[in-house]
C-alpha cells in the first residue's frame, strides 16, 4: 500500500518490521524511516522509504497465505482512505491482494478493493476501469494496422457471477457509470468532451433483440437520454468487434458490460504495462493490473512495471485532482 503526500512523495503503509525483513531477504539497502500521519515527513531519497505502520497480525511467510492476516490487510486500506480523505494523502495506490483469504479471516462476502473502497468512502456507485500506460493523457486519433497502445476499459458491472451480470443492468446503474465515467475522464484525464464506446451485453449488440432484449430495453434508451444531454457516445456495439481500430479510434473509453467481456483484450494490448483505477470516489485510487502471484512471492522475480504505472497515473491523477 502507498499513499501520496504530494505529487512526489511517497509514503507505504504496513509493517515496518515485514518491509525490512523483505528487503534483507532480496538485499536490498533500504532505509525504513517509520513516521505517521501529521507528522513531519521525512521527505523522497533514493534508498529511504517512509512508512506509516500498521502491525500484522501473524508472521508472514512468502507466498503462504494467512487469514489472521485479513484484519492487517484491510488495516491498511482503512487509513489510507483516512489519510485521503483528510488531506494528508493526494492519492493511494494498493498492491493485489488475495479475495478468498479476506474471506476466510472473517470477512465473508468481501469481493475486491473497488467495493470496500466504495463502501469505506460511503458513495453509491464507483466505476472499476483499466488504463494501459500510454493512455495517461489524451486519445487515439487514428486507426491503425493494429490494436492501438493506448487503451482504458471501464466496467459497467465488476465482481459478479456471470449468471449474475444481465439481472445486475439497469437504466438507472447504467446512466450512473455513464455519469461517473464522463466526469473522471475529465477530471483526471483532462479530456473535456470524453468520447465513450459501448459494448452491448449479448453477442451482435443483441441482433435486433433476436439474441437477447438488454441492448433494447436497458443500454439503448439509457444512451439515448445521456446523448440528448450533450454525451458523446457511440453504441450499443458488439464487443467482438468494438476492440478494433478503426472503431477505437478517437475513442477516449470503452465501457464494457461486465469484467470478462472488456479486460482480456486490455490486458492482451498491454498487461504489465497497465493500471486499475476506482472512478467515483472523493480520492485518487490506483492499483496494479495483475493478482498476487503467490509462486513469485519472495523470489525477486517479480516485476514491478505494473506498479510503476500505477504510481505514475495517481501522480497525475492526485495533481489534476488538487489543480481543479
Not at 518491509?19 to 533500504?30: G, K, Q, V
Not at 472512478?279 to 505494473?306: E, F, I, K, M, N
Request: hydrophobic residues 45%; glycine residues 10%; aromatic residues 4%.
Amino acid at each position: 500500500m502507498l499513499a501520496a503526500a504530494d505529487a512526489t512523495d511517497w509514503v507505504a503503509i504496513g509493517d515496518p518490521v515485514l518491509l525490512r525483513e523483505r528487503a534483507e531477504a532480496l538485499a536490498l539497502d533500504i532505509e525504513v524511516a517509520v513516521t505517521a500521519p501529521g507528522q513531519p515527513h521525512p521527505g523522497p531519497r533514493v534508498g529511504r522509504l517512509a512508512v506509516w505502520p500498521v502491525d500484522m497480525k501473524a508472521r508472514c511467510i512468502p507466498g503462504v497465505l494467512d487469514p489472521a492476516n485479513a484484519d492487517y490487510v484491510l488495516a491498511t486500506l482503512d487509513l489510507a482512505v483516512t489519510q485521503c480523505l483528510a488531506g494528508n494523502a493526494a492519492a493511494m495506490v494498493t498492491a493485489p491482494l488475495h479475495k478468498g483469504v479476506i474471506c476466510d479471516g472473517g470477512h465473508d462476502g468481501f469481493t475486491g478493493h473497488t467495493e470496500y473502497l466504495r463502501d469505506a468512502c460511503g458513495v453509491e456507485e464507483v466505476v472499476m476501469m483499466l488504463a494501459t500506460d500510454h493512455a495517461l493523457h489524451g486519445r487515439v486519433e487514428a486507426a491503425s494496422d493494429t490494436l492501438p497502445t493506448p487503451l482504458r476499459v471501464a466496467l459497467a458491472t465488476t465482481h459478479l457471477p456471470l449468471r449474475e451480470v444481465a439481472d445486475a443492468l439497469s437504466q438507472a446503474s447504467l446512466e450512473r457509470v455513464l455519469r461517473i465515467l464522463a466526469q473522471d475522464l475529465t477530471r483526471y484525464f483532462a479530456v473535456k468532451a470524453p468520447r465513450i464506446a459501448v459494448c452491448g451485453l449479448n453477442p451482435h449488440a443483441g441482433e435486433g433483440g433476436h439474441l437477447g432484449r438488454e441492448e433494447i430495453e436497458v443500454i439503448s434508451p439509457t444512451l439515448e437520454r445521456l446523448r440528448a444531454e450533450g454525451f458523446c457516445l457511440d453504441g450499443p456495439l458488439p464487443a467482438d468487434t468494438l476492440f478494433t481500430p478503426r472503431h477505437l479510434a478517437g475513442v477516449d473509453a470503452v465501457l464494457a458490460m461486465y469484467h470478462d467481456q472488456g479486460l482480456p483484450v486490455l490486458k492482451y494490448s498491454g498487461f504489465g504495462q497497465a493500471a486499475n483505477i476506482t472512478l467515483g470516489l472523493p480520492l485518487a485510487r490506483t492499483s496494479v493490473d495483475h493478482g498476487t502471484a503467490l509462486d513469485l512471492a519472495g523470489t525477486g522475480q517479480a516485476s514491478p512495471q505494473s506498479l510503476a504505472v500505477a504510481i505514475s497515473l495517481a501522480e497525475q491523477m492526485g495533481a489534476l485532482a488538487q489543480a481543479g
